[in-house]
């Protein structure tokens, strides 16, 4: 007998408003957990989420041939021998993030093979800057069927031009320029503060990388990396997701733990949209009502501007604005499958090309909607919270990919909601 599908049944119209401690951040852990195929030694990472994702990837390096132990929020990471430099294809399609395994096993082994990856289906992603920086390092790249193979059987220094900022090209090709001969310079390297943070993780293995955060990435190739013990920043999109919650209900939240540098774009237009907001360290991001909420202009870029992981959640939070708000996607070109799930539930909202247009404020009805990806579960989640009456959310699997306790975090602020 097939199982039910599970989903999250929320009452809306609550303001919610209370104190939220955010997990380590997704993105930046399952970079992290790949870095581990770099060393034979044992990695150590903290403050990693617990969620599906996770999960995924250490079974990915496990069938690699690593060691991987995930207690609660620690996962221990060794790899002596590497025992396979093809990850099973019905992992990968399941998980972009999957496809970072080819530049740590063709720094170590010199060779690597790799169905296209999976992940959430939400617009052309395509896998050019990472073989561009492959081939100047030193190495072949050829299609056998449906697979990706990289050789090479030593890697060597280079002066590498992304075409653009690509975040899992960044990392993948750091992955092989730390064990590379020589020096590597990455002009066009994604600042993304996850691409920094795997920049620190590998400086405390041993490697030597400067100009983290920055367009320019300088790497001095090492022949070997050691083990470490390191902490996950933390996740800026789940913080962003509960900030615009509040704003959505009017309500009061603050995030204990977030890194404000790493949030300008939010915090800025959070501020234009008549939110009071505080945000320093020591005190993390607060973002309270302050009346109605106004319309904004959102451009959807590569950071440091907006992120487009918190589109759809700030789309769901406009439909709670006065006036017409505008979403300018320019990152991925299927981000707004969203919009008609918003529309289930009565907001006022179209697409013009990339452009979504939301008119507000709009009293939003409750009823049954679906998460089609990660980020677009967690836009209705946003909405289902702002309007009155029951919703019902189904494909909460995707959620449970991105976030780690989000019904109890919510719960914490006053949310009404249930998984059944």
């Known amino acids: 007998?097939?199982?039910?599908?599970?989903?999250?049944?929320?009452?809306?119209?609550?303001?919610l408003r209370g104190d939220v401690t955010v997990s380590g951040s997704k993105n930046a852990a399952l970079y992290a957990v790949a870095a581990g195929l770099l060393t034979a030694d044992t990695l150590t990472l903290t403050n990693v989420p617990r969620i599906a994702d996770i999960e995924e990837m250490a079974e990915i390096m496990r069938l690699l041939g690593s060691t991987?132990?995930?207690?609660?929020?620690?996962?221990?990471?060794?790899?002596?021998?590497?025992?396979?430099?093809a990850p099973p294809a019905e992992l990968v399609m399941r998980l972009r993030a999957s496809f970072l395994v080819m530049g740590p096993l063709l720094a170590r082994n010199g060779e690597a093979e790799?169905?296209?990856?999976?992940?959430?289906?939400?617009?052309?992603?395509?896998?050019?800057?990472?073989?561009?920086?492959?081939?100047?390092l030193g190495a072949s790249v050829s299609r056998h069927g449906a697979n990706w193979r990289v050789e090479a059987p030593k890697l060597h220094?280079?002066?590498?031009?992304?075409?653009?900022?690509?975040?899992?090209?960044?990392?993948?090709?750091?992955?092989?320029?730390?064990l590379a001969e020589g020096h590597t310079t990455i002009i066009n390297a994604a600042p993304e503060p996850e691409v920094a943070m795997a920049t620190e993780l590998l400086n405390a293995m041993g490697a030597k990388i400067t100009g983290e955060g920055t367009p320019t990435i300088e790497v001095d190739g090492v022949s070997s990396l050691h083990g470490a013990e390191f902490a996950i920043i933390p996740d800026r999109l789940e913080a962003g997701t509960y900030l615009l919650a509040g704003a959505a209900t009017g309500g009061d939240v603050r995030i204990t733990n977030a890194v404000p540098h790493h949030m300008d774009s939010l915090v800025a237009k959070m501020r234009?949209?008549?939110?009071?907001?505080?945000?320093?360290?020591?005190?993390?991001?607060?973002?309270?009502?302050?009346g109605p909420l106004q319309a904004?202009?959102?451009?959807?870029?590569?950071?440091?501007?907006?992120?487009?992981?918190?589109?759809?959640?700030?789309?769901?939070?406009?439909t709670q604005a006065q006036g017409i708000s505008l979403v300018h996607e320019r990152v991925y070109?299927?981000?707004?499958?969203?919009?008609?799930?918003?529309?289930?539930?009565?907001a006022r909202i179209i697409t013009a090309g990339d452009t979504v247009i939301v008119e507000g404020a709009t009293p939003l009805i409750g009823g049954a909607v679906r998460a089609l990806d990660i980020r677009a579960g967690a836009a209705v989640v946003v909405a289902a919270l702002a309007a009155e009456g029951e919703s019902t959310i189904l494909g909460i699997g995707h959620l449970d990919r991105g976030y780690a306790g989000l019904e109890d975090c919510l719960r914490g602020l006053g949310a009404q909601i249930e998984r059944r």
Do not use: W
């Not at 097939?2 to 303001?15: D, F, L, M, S, W």
């Not at 234009?272 to 302050?290: K, L, P, Y």
């Open 157 to 178: 220094g280079a002066r590498i031009f992304f075409d653009y900022p690509s975040v899992l090209g960044t990392v993948n090709v750091l992955f092989a320029a730390v």
């Open 1 to 15: 007998m097939p199982t039910a599908e599970q989903c999250y049944v929320i009452g809306g119209g609550r303001p």
């Open 68 to 85: 991987v132990e995930i207690e609660g929020e620690t996962v221990r990471i060794s790899t002596p021998v590497i025992t396979s430099t």
């Open 272 to 290: 234009e949209m008549g939110m009071t907001v505080e945000a320093g360290e020591g005190i993390g991001i607060r973002a309270a009502s302050n």
């Open 296 to 318: 904004v202009q959102v451009q959807a870029v590569p950071y440091p501007g907006f992120a487009t992981d918190l589109h759809p959640q700030m789309a769901a939070a406009m």
């Open 114 to 136: 790799c169905v296209p990856p999976g992940g959430d289906v939400i617009g052309s992603r395509p896998l050019d800057v990472h073989f561009v920086g492959f081939r100047m």
């Open 333 to 346: 070109d299927n981000r707004t499958l969203y919009v008609n799930e918003l529309r289930k539930l009565g």
